[in-house]
């Protein structure tokens, strides 16, 4: 099994899994970061989606005894297709996946509706110019007022010095939803 990267064992370690953590990742990719959450799951699950067949494919496998316990679970299917009936995630994760970018209102209206009471998005990117610290800063700032203009309530904005680009996260929580 090849090594988790860096900017993926970061990112793991940025969600702070709890054991009964209810995890969502959008774009999955290879499921690496799957399997650095599930060795820190006891009791909790993780869910992962992606939209290409083929990454949900190797990522089951890679992570195939955790599906077979049932703590991780697949799904090929786009974030705006999915349907989880009632399922909620105290913690949703993507890692470099455009909608969030391309289609911010979109992605994080699905978002909002999928977040226990409390819970936050964690937004993930890494950008092939990105070579200053002002640029990092000002992608953060952008997608800060991203958030908050989709009614997020931004609780940290971190930057990792990567190689060979450095990474931010954007944490953010959703306002409760009071009923009317
Ligand atoms: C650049 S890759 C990143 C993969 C992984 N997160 C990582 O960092 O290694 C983006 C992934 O997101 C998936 N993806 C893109 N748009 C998506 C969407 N709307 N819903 C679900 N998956 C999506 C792609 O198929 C691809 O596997």
Known sequence: MTKASERLV???ETLAVEPADHVLE???GHGVAVSLIC???AG???TAIDRSPTMVDM???RNRAHVASGKAVFQAIALEQA???SERFNKIFA???NLFWKQPARALGIVKQLLTPGGAVYLFHQLPGWKETSETQAFSKRATDMLRSN???VREVLAKDLKPMPAVCLIAEAPAITPG
């Open 39 to 41: 060795e820190q799951l």
């Open 151 to 153: 009614g997020f309530a």
């Open 95 to 97: 890692f470099h996946v």
């Open 83 to 85: 349907d989880f009936g």
């Open 59 to 61: 990522a089951s496998r």
């Open 10 to 12: 970061w990112a793991v």
């Open 26 to 28: 959008i774009g999955c």
């Open 44 to 46: 909790g699950k993780v």
